[in-house]
């Protein structure tokens, strides 16, 4: 993969189609955002980073991406920081969000007291499609939890599945360290594409 800046707050990756099978993912994947492409994202993301030597991929995680395809059938991913870090550059952001990573705001946990009310809110959520997600239910109190991750959601399905999320369930999305308590305590019901599936109910 070959990874070059572009602009101040612009880098651009470009993979084979060698890497791209290697990767196990075609365009098909990434144009559908499932969750073949939210982990090829993952994954790119941090290789981006390593390549510009940054040691956490951060803030890219929220980032806006275009994708070409090229002549000789390899991709080409624009990725685009935040408007508000427009004056910085990819270095900047990152460095911000190792600054906040007490937060993890890739994620956010939502309880529900039943499964009922966890298929209402997918349903409702439904037009933001496939969302890497997972579906527990805490052992301390029976309660259903809904784990999605940002990092392969649009950001304006994000903030409306997120807004979405506190009309039908409490939600948690603050420190990580908080999240993992209750997962620690949670047995997995669903776990891939959780919020999709309930969707489907």
């Known amino acids: 993969m070959k990874v070059t800046r572009v602009g101040e707050n612009e880098i651009r990756c470009i993979l084979s189609e060698e890497e791209m ?11 559908e955002k499932n969750i073949k ?5 993952n994954e790119i993301l941090s290789r981006a980073a390593t390549a510009l030597g940054e ?8 980032c806006s991406a275009q994708i070409s395809v090229l002549d000789d059938r390899s991709i080409s991913i624009l990725l685009r920081t935040r408007k508000e870090h427009g004056a910085g550059d990819f270095s ?11 937060r993890d705001n890739r994620s956010f946990l939502i309880f529900f ?17 496939h969302l890497v ?5 805490n052992r301390k109190n029976d309660e259903y939890v809904l784990l999605i991750f940002r990092y392969a959601c649009d950001d304006d399905w994000f903030k409306k599945v997120r807004l979405l999320a506190d009309e039908f369930g409490s939600v948690n999305d603050g420190e990580t360290a ?13 776990s891939d594409d959780a919020f999709y599936t309930l969707g489907e109910l």
């Open 21 to 31: 099978v290697a990767f196990g993912i075609d365009l098909d994947d990434i144009l």
């Open 37 to 41: 492409s939210g982990k090829f994202f």
């Open 55 to 62: 040691a956490d991929a951060g803030e890219l995680r929220g």
């Open 92 to 102: 900047g952001a990152l460095r911000d969000a190792v600054r906040k990573k007490k």
């Open 113 to 129: 007291k039943s499964i009922d009310d966890a298929v209402s809110f997918c349903k409702a959520g439904k037009g933001a499609g």
């Open 133 to 137: 997600s997972r579906f527990l239910r």
């Open 178 to 190: 908080s999240k993992v308590h209750v997962l620690e305590n949670s047995d997995m019901l669903i």
